[in-house]
C-alpha cells in the first residue's frame, strides 16, 4: 500500500504564516523595531555600567606640586564612590600642554581624566601650535579648588617684603631669576608681570612641575617664585622660604599676616590658581554627569574640606557649565595679558 510522503506534501502546500500581507509586514517591522529597543541599554543602564575598569586622572606637572597633591586626594575619594581604582598619571612637560594634548586625544569614554588648570587658558595665548582646543577639545567636570599665588624666596635672601626685594633685584640684577611650572604658566604669567611692573628684567627659569622648582628655590638655584601656596607652605612654617605677598586680591586664610602685592604698591594684581578636572569632548554626557555628581559629593565633603584648608586650597566643585564659562572668561583676560606682557616661550 502506498503512503503519502507527508512532508513533502506540507512542503507544496502553502503555509498561511508564510503569506506576507501588507499589514503583516508592518506588523513584523514593528516586533522587530521593539525587539531591537529591548535588546539597546538605556542612558541610565549605560550610566549604572560606568565604570567598569580603573580611571586614570592624568596630572600634566610632575609629581609633588599642588596639581599632583589635588588629584592624589580627590583620586583616594573618588574610588570609593565609583567603585574601581583611581590612578594618577604624571605626564609633565611644556607648560602642562604635554598631558592636555595626551587626554585630548584618548578615548572619550571617562576613563582618562585631565586634572586640569587656569595655566592651560594662559598657553593658548602663548603657544601657538597646540594640538588641541582647550575649549572644544575638552568636556569640563567640575573646578576642583582654588589656590593662591605667592611671592616666596629663601630665608637666606636680606630682604623682609616686596620694596627690599625689588631694591636689591635693582642693585644686583643679574643675581635675581624667579622659577616657574613652565612657559605659559600662571606663575611665568605672574612673573613677566612683576618684571615689567618693576621696570626690570628677569631672569625666567621653567621646570615641569612645583617639586623641582621648590627644591631649587630651597637650594638657591632660583631667587624666588610666584607658586601655588601649597609646595612653598610647609617650608615657609618651618621657616626654610619667606612669603613676600600673595597675588591674589584678597590675602590668603593660610597666610594672613602675608600683604597682597597691590597692598604692596603694585596695582593690579590678582591672579590665582584654579584647577579642575576633564574629560575628552564627546565623552558621554550620562558619565560626565556622574562624575560631577560624585566630585562634587568628595570635594563638599568635611574632611576633602579639611584637606584643602591644611594645603591653602578653597574647594570649590561647580557644574560642568560654570566651569566652562570660567574657561572662557579666563582664556579672554589672561590672552590679553599675554599680549600687554609680550610672554612668550622662549
Not at 589635588?70 to 594618577?88: D, H, Y
Not at 561647580?318 to 572662557?328: K, V
Amino acid at each position: 500500500m502506498h503512503r503519502p510522503n507527508l512532508r513533502a506534501t506540507l512542503r507544496a502546500t502553502p503555509s498561511p504564516t508564510r503569506i506576507a500581507t501588507p499589514q503583516r509586514r508592518q506588523h513584523l517591522v514593528a516586533l522587530a523595531a521593539v525587539a531591537a529597543a529591548c535588546l539597546l541599554p538605556s542612558p541610565a543602564v549605560h550610566a549604572q555600567a560606568w565604570p567598569s575598569k580603573p580611571v586614570t586622572i592624568v596630572v600634566p606637572f610632575a609629581a609633588g606640586g599642588t596639581t599632583d597633591v589635588l588629584a592624589r586626594a580627590l583620586g583616594e575619594k573618588l574610588s570609593t564612590a565609583l567603585g574601581q581604582p583611581v590612578i594618577v598619571e604624571n605626564r609633565g612637560g611644556a607648560g602642562a600642554t604635554i598631558g592636555a594634548d595626551y587626554v585630548a586625544k584618548a578615548a572619550p569614554d571617562g576613563y582618562t581624566l585631565l586634572m586640569g588648570a587656569v595655566h592651560h587658558t594662559i598657553a593658548t595665548s602663548v603657544y601657538k601650535k597646540l594640538g588641541y582646543d582647550f575649549q572644544k577639545s575638552f568636556a569640563p567636570i567640575t573646578t576642583v579648588a582654588l589656590v593662591p599665588n605667592v611671592l616666596a624666596v629663601s630665608a637666606t635672601t636680606p630682604a623682609k617684603d616686596v620694596k627690599e626685594l625689588v631694591a636689591l633685584i635693582k642693585a644686583t640684577p643679574d643675581k635675581f631669576s624667579y622659577g616657574s611650572n613652565g612657559a605659559g604658566t600662571a606663575q611665568h604669567l605672574i612673573g613677566t608681570q612683576f618684571s615689567t611692573a618693576i621696570g626690570q628684567p628677569l631672569l625666567h627659569v621653567p621646570y615641569k612641575g612645583s617639586g623641582p622648582l621648590t627644591t631649587d628655590l630651597l637650594g638657591g638655584q632660583v631667587s624666588m617664585s610666584f607658586d601655588t601656596i601649597t609646595p612653598v607652605l610647609p617650608h615657609i612654617k618651618a621657616g626654610k622660604l619667606r612669603a613676600l605677598a600673595v597675588t591674589t586680591a584678597k590675602r590668603s586664610s593660610s597666610l594672613p599676616d602675608v600683604p597682597t602685592l597691590q597692598e604692596a604698591g603694585f596695582a593690579g594684581f590678582d591672579i590665582g590658581t584654579w584647577f579642575g578636572v576633564l574629560a575628552p569632548a564627546r565623552t558621554p554626557a550620562d558619565v560626565v554627569a556622574k562624575l560631577n555628581a560624585e566630585m562634587v559629593k568628595v570635594i563638599q565633603s568635611p574632611d576633602f574640606k579639611k584637606r584643602m584648608q591644611d594645603i591653602g586650597a578653597e574647594p570649590i566643585g561647580n557644574t560642568p557649565a560654570q566651569m566652562a564659562e570660567q574657561i572662557a572668561s579666563d582664556t579672554t583676560r589672561f590672552g590679553k595679558l599675554v599680549v600687554d606682557n609680550k610672554i612668550t616661550t622662549d
